[in-house]
C-alpha cells in the first residue's frame, strides 16, 4: 500500500515538475546564446508574373561562429515554401529572368563566390562563372539570353619596385605593397587593390565571360537599355578623388564598347532604370553642396539624357530602390520617415502615395534601418517584414496589402518573452523640437519596482533607429535594464533641414536633445535616477564620449567603435576623400582649432564617469588609435578605464555571432560593475 502511494505521489511531483518547467520556459527571457537561434529574410525578389517569390534565408551557425543563407522559393500566397539551396554556405541574391524560368544567385559553396544558374523547369543548378574576384551587380537581358555583371581586375602592370627572382625553393617575404590611391584602404577588406570593378557579359549558356569596360575607375550600379545597349553609373573624371561623390550614367554599346555619358551636373547620378517602353531613365541623385547630409531625389531624361526632369519635386525625404510601374506612370520607391521604412508610388507629376510600411531593417543587432521590396510587371510586391518584436520575415502584397507569409523565429520568441517597445517623444531643452525615441522595459516589468536606464545612441551620424527589432537593445532589458533609444538631431527620416541642423556642428546640441530624453523619462517613477548609463556605438560612440565629458551624471558609460579625435580620423580612416570636405569647413592643419573644439578629446580632463572603450581591432572606419588615445588620457586623468580590443573585428563587430554576444556582455558586465 506505501508502495503504491509512493507511485502516485512521485508522478504527481514529476507532474508538477514538467508543468513548472513549461510555466518557465514560456516566461524564459532572451539570453545572449540565443543570437545563434535569430534567423531573417533578405532580398525577396518577386517574379515578373508575380506568382513566386524568391528570398534569401540567413542564419547563424554556433560551431563556426558564420552568419550564413541559403535561397528559398515560394508562392506569392504562401504556399509551397520550400527551400533551393540548403548547407552551410552563402547562397545570396537571386535574380529572376524576364521569363520567370530561371534566376541566378551567389554563392561561396565552390570556395569563392560564384555565379549560378537555377533552371526551374528541370530543377537544374549551372555554374556560370570561374571568377577570381566578387561578383557585383547581376542584370538579365530583356531577352534572356545574356547576364551582365560587374567584377574587380587587378592592374599588375608597371609596379615601380622591382624584385629580383628568386632561387628555386627560397622562402621570401611577399612582396612590397605599393600604395598611390588616395583611398587605399576599406573597413572590412583591408588594404585596396590595385584595378577596379569592370563590365563583363556573360551568355546564358555559359562560357567565358568578355569584359565590356577597362576604364581606370570602378563601374558602379549597371542594367540593360535594350539588348544592345547597357546602363552604368561611374565616377570617370579625372579628379574623382578629391570629388568622390560626382558620379554619372553612361551608356556602353555593347558590339563597339563605345562609351557615351548621359548625365553631366556636379553631384551624384546612379542607380539607372529604363522605363517599360524604353523611351525614358530613371534615376537617383542630388546636386552636391557639400553637405554633412544630403537628399537623394528621382530625376527622369530621355534615353539621349535630354529633357532632365526631377519628379520628387519638394518630396522631403531620402529616396531609395526605384522601380517602374508595369504601365510606366509612375515608379515605386522605399523611404525613411520618422524611424519607419516605407514603400511607396510616385507619379510622373510628383504625386506620392504610400504603399505598404513596416519593411523591417536588416541589422540583426540594433534598430536601424535597412529594409527592402521587389515588384512585379502586374503590381505584385515582396518585401521585408519587421517591427521591435521580429526579425525581418517575407511578407506580400497588392494595391496596400500586406500578408505575412513566414515566422522564421516563431519556435523562438513562442517561450523567449521581450521587453515591451513604447514609442515616447518629448522636446529639446536647447530649442523645443520635437525628437523621437523608443522606451523599452524589461520582460516581466513592474511598475512598481524600480529599474535602471542605459541610453543607447545610434551611429551614422546621418542614419535613423526606429520601430525594428534589436537583438542588442532586447538582451540589455533582459538584464533588468529600461533602455532608452532616439533619434536626435542629425539623424535622418525628419526631412534634409532636421539632418543638417549638424553640418559643421556635430557633436552639438544632439547632446541637448538626448539629455532632454534622459530627463523626459526620468519622470517615470519606475526608472532609478541613482541608475544611468549610456553607451553608442561609431557616431554613438562619438556622443558618448563627448557626454561623459560633459556631464557626471551617468554611473557608468561603454564607447563603441569611436572619433575622438578628429584632427587623426580625417587623415586615417577609410575615407580620406570624404570626411574633412563634407563634414567640416577645410583641411585639419588649416582648421585645427575646429577640428578640436568638436574633438572628445578635447574635453577628456572632465572625465570622471568610468569609461569602457570597445572597438574591433580590423576597423578601418574608426581605427584602433581613436580608442587608444581616450584611453590614454582617460588612465592619465586617472578615470577608471578599461580598453576591450575585438579581434579579427572591422566597423561592423556583430558581423560574427559569437561579437555581438561579446560586445553586449562587455556592456552590461562593465554598468553592472558602477550599479549602486
Do not use: C
Not at 222 to 246: C, G, M, T, Y
Not at 658 to 665: C, E, P, Y
Amino acid at each position: 500500500m506505501i508502495y503504491k502511494l509512493n507511485i502516485k505521489y512521485t508522478f504527481l511531483i514529476i507532474l508538477i515538475t514538467f508543468q513548472s518547467l513549461s510555466f518557465s520556459q514560456s516566461s524564459k527571457k532572451l539570453d545572449p546564446i540565443d543570437v545563434f537561434d535569430l534567423e531573417y529574410v533578405s532580398n525577396p525578389k518577386i517574379s515578373p508574373k508575380g506568382d513566386m517569390i524568391l528570398y534569401q534565408r540567413n542564419f547563424k551557425d554556433i560551431m563556426t561562429d558564420k552568419s550564413l543563407s541559403n535561397i528559398w522559393l515560394v508562392n506569392f500566397d504562401g504556399s509551397n515554401n520550400r527551400p533551393i539551396t540548403t548547407g552551410n554556405n552563402n547562397d545570396f541574391s537571386p535574380n529572376w529572368s524576364n521569363s520567370g524560368k530561371m534566376f541566378t544567385y551567389k554563392s561561396n559553396k565552390s570556395g569563392k563566390t560564384q555565379l549560378y544558374l537555377y533552371n526551374l523547369n528541370n530543377n537544374s543548378t549551372q555554374k556560370l562563372t570561374n571568377v577570381h574576384s566578387s561578383i557585383g551587380n547581376v542584370q538579365w537581358s530583356d531577352n534572356d539570353k545574356y547576364i551582365v555583371f560587374t567584377s574587380f581586375v587587378k592592374d599588375t602592370k608597371n609596379n615601380l619596385i622591382k624584385m629580383p627572382e628568386k632561387p628555386d625553393g627560397a622562402k621570401w617575404n611577399k612582396p612590397p605593397i605599393e600604395i598611390e590611391d588616395m583611398v587605399f584602404r576599406y573597413d572590412g577588406s583591408g588594404f585596396r587593390k590595385k584595378g577596379a570593378n569592370q563590365i563583363f557579359i556573360l551568355p546564358v549558356e555559359g562560357g567565358t565571360p568578355r569584359q565590356l569596360t577597362n576604364n581606370k575607375k570602378s563601374s558602379g550600379s549597371v542594367s540593360w537599355l535594350d539588348n544592345k545597349r547597357i546602363l552604368f553609373s561611374a565616377n570617370l573624371h579625372e579628379n574623382s578623388d578629391f570629388e568622390p561623390n560626382n558620379s554619372e550614367i553612361f551608356v556602353l554599346d555593347i558590339r563597339s564598347e563605345k562609351i557615351t555619358q548621359l548625365t553631366k551636373r556636379f553631384g551624384p547620378d546612379y542607380s539607372p532604370k529604363v522605363s517599360p517602353d524604353k523611351t525614358k531613365i530613371a534615376y537617383l541623385g542630388y546636386d552636391d553642396k557639400f553637405l554633412g547630409y544630403q537628399q537623394t531625389s528621382l530625376y527622369i531624361m530621355d534615353i539621349d539624357g535630354n529633357n532632365v526632369k526631377k519628379v520628387s519635386g519638394d518630396f522631403d525625404r531620402n529616396i531609395g530602390n526605384i522601380n517602374w510601374k508595369g504601365d510606366g506612370k509612375g515608379l515605386f520607391f522605399k523611404y525613411d520617415d520618422k524611424g519607419m521604412t516605407k514603400m511607396a508610388l510616385i507619379s510622373l507629376s510628383g504625386k506620392v502615395k504610400d504603399i505598404v510600411d513596416e519593411l523591417g531593417g536588416l541589422s540583426t543587432g540594433r534598430p536601424y534601418s535597412g529594409g527592402t521590396y521587389s515588384v512585379s510587371r502586374g503590381g505584385r510586391y515582396a518585401f521585408t517584414y519587421g517591427n521591435v518584436y521580429n526579425l525581418s520575415d517575407l511578407a506580400t502584397g497588392y494595391n496596400g496589402s500586406k500578408n505575412r507569409i513566414t515566422q522564421l523565429n516563431k519556435d523562438l520568441f513562442e517561450y523567449k518573452k521581450l521587453g515591451k517597445v513604447e514609442e515616447v517623444w518629448y522636446d529639446s531643452s536647447y530649442d523645443g523640437r520635437k525628437i523621437q525615441g523608443w522606451l523599452v522595459t524589461p520582460p516581466d516589468f513592474d511598475p512598481s519596482k524600480k529599474y535602471p536606464l542605459i541610453l543607447e545612441i545610434h551611429g551614422g551620424p546621418f542614419s535613423n533607429y526606429g520601430f525594428r527589432f534589436s537583438a542588442e537593445v532586447q538582451l540589455f532589458a533582459s538584464k533588468g535594464y529600461a533602455v532608452l533609444y532616439t533619434n536626435p538631431r542629425g539623424s535622418t527620416s525628419y526631412g534634409k533641414e532636421f539632418a543638417n541642423l549638424i553640418h559643421h556642428n556635430y557633436p552639438s546640441e544632439d547632446y541637448d536633445d538626448l539629455m532632454s530624453g534622459i530627463d523626459h523619462i526620468l519622470k517615470r517613477e519606475y526608472i532609478d535616477e541613482n541608475n544611468l548609463f549610456v553607451t553608442g556605438g561609431s557616431g554613438g560612440g562619438v556622443l558618448t564620449s563627448w557626454i561623459v565629458g560633459k556631464t557626471n551624471r551617468f554611473n557608468a558609460a561603454v564607447v563603441a567603435k569611436p572619433v575622438i579625435n578628429w584632427y587623426s580620423f580625417v587623415l586615417y580612416a577609410d575615407n580620406i576623400s570624404y570626411f574633412y570636405r563634407y563634414w567640416f569647413t577645410g583641411l585639419p592643419w588649416d582648421n585645427v582649432e575646429e577640428y578640436m573644439k568638436r574633438s572628445p578629446i578635447s574635453y577628456v580632463g572632465n572625465v570622471k564617469t568610468p569609461t569602457m572603450l570597445l572597438t574591433g581591432e580590423d576597423d578601418y572606419r574608426t581605427p584602433m588609435a581613436e580608442s587608444e588615445q581616450f584611453y590614454s588620457g582617460l588612465k592619465l586623468n586617472k578615470v577608471e578605464s578599461m580598453l576591450v580590443r575585438i579581434p579579427g573585428a572591422s566597423h561592423g563587430i556583430a558581423s560574427r555571432p559569437s561579437n555581438l554576444i561579446a560586445k553586449v556582455n562587455a556592456i552590461i558586465a562593465w554598468f553592472e560593475k558602477f550599479k549602486k
